[in-house]
């Protein structure tokens, strides 16, 4: 106890004699705008806040009432962009469980141009870029599913800031623009392939496929456009890919044990369920009902973008019936429009509330299943609480979650566009009929929660790092810097296929010759 009041007056004052907990500025950008991106991140601006850093967050979400030390600038015009004309027409989430990956892929490039074009059009980035000239950032930490365009231009405003690229989105090989990672198309499917991890040779060809227009794709279209529209602001800006050089190391939302297993470059820290935090007390109404839940609660969510009321009549009456058949079990459903509106009445064991504290409900000890379109966050926090799922993928990397989980044992797969009531209702008996399940997802919670430290603090001592050593790109791999055709050795595989093709034409060319020779000569000598 006195060792402990003695640490906690004396190590701050040790600290900043040694500079480690030196006021930095420090600029976040949270531009993706899907809620779930925001609220990854939004733990680690508040740490570094707490640490007695000045934050500054540019982002599509923002708080009413922000913390002290953090401040917002509002990226006003994203959603309504990404929600808006061509864009919606092209997220329809639940149609894109329909398209094809290498579609997927270039939707992906698409998304991240054109919130930059809305992104030189808002006010909030120009209210950022109009700082005095002297202003100076420490450190800049952005989610790089948005693209280089955006993170390009505020690298351009504030040159030679150190950048940590991180992001919520799964796959290391995701990373592979900003730290030079490798793709292993025969180990891993693409962050958009719905396959599983021991593909078939037809898999692996169409992986190969997907893997290499990728990187294609991002040299020939994704870079080239993302030139042109920084030079809109800035027409003496460097190619944006140059700004790779920032690149100090990367927050990824990474953990082993949880998912595929993929090489990663030293530069890439693992903070796979940075998000998690220590469960609060429920609401009232909420606490209520799981708490008289006698057999368990079950959740059933399907995240922030794929809405529940936008899954028609159809869906939203199997769901239904399904809960009905199944009246031992409390259900509660997040869904965003009221009840009225449904198609069928809400049988009496099912609640149902615009918004849920997922973390919190998973962390009670009356759950029993959670029903989830699996995104990458929501299976974290299963597991991480020992909850079993049932998943619903609807896209991109929805299906390399939740295939992981079917192959660990702790999940069943089914299907948004084709289940029945009756399948969906089978599918809960067989999940909570045994322990299997449970006992499996115990176990994997085990070890994912043991860690020597949480991934936040990971996280924030791997910002502070950066902010004292903020020249230091010694952890940078050189891969960053070479063409997909170099680092791959295509060069040298065409160099080897040469010499192999020149030896055969020119053996072939001495067989036939000395053949010819050998044959004439046999006819001479029968001639004479
Ligand atoms: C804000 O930063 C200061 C130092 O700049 C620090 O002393 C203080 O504890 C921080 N405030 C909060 C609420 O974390
Ligand atoms: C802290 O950040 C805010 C918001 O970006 C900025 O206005 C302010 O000047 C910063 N303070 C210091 C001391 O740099
Ligand atoms: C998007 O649509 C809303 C309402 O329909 C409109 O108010 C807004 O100006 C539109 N935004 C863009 C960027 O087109």
Redesign the pocket.
Known sequence: MRYQQVMQTVLPVVLVLAGVSQ?ANILFMSGVPSPSHYIWLRPLMYEM??????VTVLSADVEKKP???VSYIHLENFYSTMYNTTMKQKLDFFNMANESPSKMLQLFDEFGLDLCEAAIKSEGLHFLLNYPKDFKFDLFVSDFMIGPCVPSIIMHRFKDVPYIPSTPYNAPSTAATVLGSYAYPGLVPNHVFDAPESMSFVQRVKNFYFDTYEMILHEVYMHPEADRIVRKLYPDAPPTHTFYKNVRLSLSNVNPIIQYKEPMMPNMIPVGGLQIMPAKPLPDDLRKVVESAKNGFILFSLGSNARSDTLGPERIRNILTAMEQLPQYQFLWKFESDESKLPVPVPKNVYIRAWMPQNDLLAHPNIKLFITHSGLLSTQEAIWHGVPIIGFPVFADQFRNINYCVEAGIAKRLSIQHFQANELVRTVREVLGGDSYSQKMKQMSRLFRDQPETPLERAAWWCEWVLRNPDANLLQSRAVYMSWFQKYSYDVLMFVLGVIVTVLVISWKVVSIAKDRLLSGVHKSKQE
Do not use: F, K, L, S
Request: proline fraction near 10%.
């Open positions: 006021a806040g707490r640490r007695g850093h000045n913390p002290t030390n």
